[in-house]
């Protein structure tokens, strides 16, 4: 077995960016992918359902998986979808065992399988392993709560200066560049709608943003900076510590 | 570390440990001295348990009383990232990799907390299969509902944000429920990424889904299912179970501590 279980290079690289997987050398890396397969849905097609034996988890390589429940009125209540590079499931079958949601893709996705049995005996077998796994969880965790201090921290439009300032190369002064994605990119990047997208555009006008199209100006990046930094919504629980 | 724990367990203290989902139903011979080696202390409101990346000594589980995890921001501020009650696990983000904590935790209210000491815990982890395979469990379900915190504040509004915090503390009583908030309005505000006056428009937005606060600290609840199908979802989807750390069935009361902080 080569390790690659089918997958391109590129795809093998989606999956060591994955949260499980994170902190795994090359080696471990290969001999874990060989466990799975790569599965392609052309169409539309439920992965598992609720309540389901947890014995498999997934990596999403390319196209997206949607995690929804059916309420008790029986609405589809949409939880999460799963984008490249993410995985799902594994909560569940390192956990009680049974799939706690329904999951399905819409148009073509590229997903890796792997089985929870041979995952568990690896797990059980190499403590090295299992910690390695928890590694790379405990780094995406750090990452995510990042993630949400941004959200809970930034209004939309301090959300949207950080993603401009993200692509300017200068740190000072005046800058322009090319808006390397749609608007509707943009607005899903910085978790907005596209109507507040074109508010918050409108705001950062003040600080001396333009937007024509896909040109952007800034300018003054040391000012957006600083905007973006302002104040929101900070909190101390009970003041400062003692 | 501000944090030093005193008193070994007692035996309900010790059952109590032993029913969180990290360790519910584990049989193996490296539990029971790990137990034994487990520290309590009551502290006040306000006691910051660890720092931002301060090295880690272990994993804390709440007996009473409540902790916000914070989280450092631009210009020396902190963002409450989760309240958390009784029966919550916290500080396993220092376990591994860095082993530095990602977050700071205070006291909220005034609080019980054990700590489980990191060598033994790593010891067992490396022992116990099962205990790998839980941390494995407990570290995805931590990362699910964190993206699931991410969704909530992508997509709802601020009142359907509200309303879902509100859902989450709330005790039921009959088709109503009541919740006691324990920390400021303003720190509510900050935990749900809002100003506090967006908070308070918020709030007056619930009033129309007869949700009603007759003092500062208390909201009542009249209809809990029609605010879940105001936050279009229903109750058990807000938190994805995270499968390993189910509350104990009972023992900890939820009205733990006295004295709202600050």
Redesign the interface.
């Known amino acids: 077995m080569d390790g690659t279980a089918g997958l391109t290079p590129a795809e093998r690289l989606l999956v060591r960016q994955s949260?499980?997987f994170f902190?795994l050398d090359a080696e471990d890396l290969a001999s874990l992918i060989a466990l799975g397969r790569p599965i392609d849905c052309a169409g539309p097609t439920l992965l598992f359902s609720q309540g389901d034996q947890a014995d498999r988890f997934y990596v999403v390589l390319a196209g997206r998986v949607r995690l929804f429940?059916v309420?008790?009125?029986g609405r589809e209540?949409v939880?999460?979808f799963v984008e490249p590079g993410l995985s799902f499931a594994?909560?569940?079958m390192?956990?009680?065992g049974r799939m706690?949601?329904n999951a399905d893709v819409v148009a073509h996705t590229r997903l890796l399988q792997i089985p929870a049995a041979p995952m568990?005996a690896r797990?059980?077998a190499e403590?090295r392993l299992?910690?390695l796994?928890?590694?790379?969880?405990?780094?995406?965790?750090?990452r995510?709560?990042?993630?949400?201090?941004e959200?809970?921290?930034r209004s939309p439009s301090q959300r949207l200066a950080a993603a401009l300032l993200a692509l300017t190369v200068v740190s000072k002064g005046p800058a322009s560049m090319h808006l390397p994605m749609s608007k509707t990119e943009l607005a899903a990047h910085v978790?907005?709608t596209p109507e507040s997208l074109s508010r918050a555009i409108a705001r950062l006008r003040r600080v001396g943003v333009a937007v024509r199209g896909a040109e952007i100006s800034i300018a003054d990046v040391g000012a957006l900076s600083r905007y973006c930094?302002g104040?929101?919504?900070?909190?101390?629980?009970?003041?400062p510590?003692? | 570390m501000a944090f030093v724990g005193r008193a070994p367990l007692d035996e309900t203290e010790k059952a109590l440990i032993g029913k969180i989902g990290l360790l519910a139903s584990v049989q193996c011979a490296y539990l029971p001295p790990l137990l034994a080696q487990c520290r309590v202390a009551g502290v006040p409101a306000g006691t910051l348990l660890y720092d931002q990346d301060a090295v880690a000594e272990g994993v804390f589980v709440v007996l009473a009383g409540q902790v916000g995890l914070l989280l450092g921001v631009d210009g020396g501020r902190r963002c409450l990232i989760e309240i958390l009650g009784p029966g919550r696990l916290f500080g396993e983000g220092g376990l591994f990799d860095t082993g530095r904590y990602p977050s700071a935790a205070q006291a909220i209210t005034a609080a019980r907390i054990a700590i489980i000491p990191l060598a033994p815990l790593l010891a067992a982890i490396g022992e116990c299969a099962t205990l790998r395979q839980r941390m494995l469990a407990y570290l995805s379900g931590r990362l699910r509902l964190l993206v699931g915190q991410i969704a909530q504040l992508k997509l709802m509004s601020a009142a359907q944000r509200l309303a879902a915090f509100l859902l989450s503390q709330a005790e039921p009583d009959r088709q109503g429920g009541l919740v006691h908030l324990q920390c400021e309005r303003r720190v509510i505000a900050g935990m749900l990424g809002m100003t506090p006056e967006s908070l308070s428009r918020a709030f007056r937005h619930l009033h129309g889904l007869q949700v009603s606060s007759p003092d500062r600290n208390t909201v009542v609840i009249a209809d809990l299912s029609r605010l879940r199908r105001y936050v279009a979802t229903d109750p058990e989807i807000l938190e994805i179970p995270p499968a390993a750390e189910p509350l104990p069935a009972s023992g900890f009361g939820r009205k733990c501590a006295t004295g709202a902080a600050g």
């Open positions: 949260p499980l902190a429940i309420t008790a009125q209540s939880i999460e594994e909560a569940a390192f956990g009680t706690p949601v568990r797990i059980a403590p299992a910690r796994m928890m590694d790379s969880l405990v780094r995406w965790q750090r995510l709560i990042g993630r949400v201090a959200f809970k921290v978790g907005v930094d104040a929101a919504g900070t909190a101390d629980p009970a003041g510590p003692p």
